[in-house]
């Protein structure tokens, strides 16, 4: 294992770890003295990530993201209610994708978080760049959507189902 992976896995193991995670912890699992895993501390948090020392151990300082995948339809008349519907909700979403019978599966990144994003987008539609992405398999499509907590992906769900957009809930990511 090379440096650069031990430190990846360094990070996945104090973001994926629901307490603090010792230093001397990660010296045994990766074999390693604990002054290696200072510096690989120290050479982390130079790449940015937000590695916060506590008196039981290490945890990064990042917002916790949960995702859903949503399967969906509506017409592009109501294209807009369901995007600032789930942003004014605290959803971002992260892409949509549609199965088609002879393509498969198609995905395409949206990453629209705001209002403006969501405007931003819809004038690019709007303004003839393309059509939705739906409309190639009769409006059914779906989005991962992206939010706080589980119970901000559970208020976007009960909204899609209230206006009718909701087809069925899929799997949690």
């Known amino acids: 294992m090379t440096g650069e992976d031990r430190r990846n896995e360094i990070v996945e193991r104090i973001r994926?770890?629901?307490?603090?995670?010792?230093?001397?912890?990660?010296?045994?699992?990766?074999?390693?003295?604990?002054?290696?895993?200072?510096?690989?501390?120290?050479?982390i948090r130079a790449a940015g990530h937000n590695i916060l020392s506590t008196n039981r151990g290490y945890i990064i300082n990042e917002p916790k993201a949960v995702r859903r995948v949503f399967k969906v339809r509506h017409t592009d008349d109501q294209l807009e209610e369901e995007l600032n519907a789930i942003v004014d909700l605290g959803g971002r979403v992260r892409d949509v994708m549609v199965n088609h019978?002879?393509?498969?599966?198609?995905?395409?990144?949206?990453?629209?978080?705001?209002?403006?994003?969501?405007?931003?987008?819809?004038?690019?539609?709007?303004?003839?760049?393309?059509?939705?992405?739906?409309?190639?398999?009769?409006?059914?499509?779906?989005?991962?959507?992206?939010a706080d907590s589980e119970q901000t992906l559970d208020m976007i769900a009960s909204m899609l189902k209230e206006k009718g957009f909701l087809v069925e809930e899929k799997q949690h990511i």
């Open 101 to 146: 019978r002879v393509y498969g599966r198609l995905t395409a990144d949206l990453d629209i978080s705001s209002r403006r994003k969501a405007a931003e987008f819809l004038a690019d539609i709007r303004n003839g760049k393309s059509s939705p992405l739906k409309n190639i398999t009769s409006d059914y499509h779906y989005h991962t959507i992206e």
């Open 16 to 43: 994926n770890s629901e307490t603090p995670v010792s230093g001397r912890a990660l010296a045994a699992a990766f074999d390693v003295s604990r002054q290696v895993i200072v510096q690989d501390i120290a050479l």
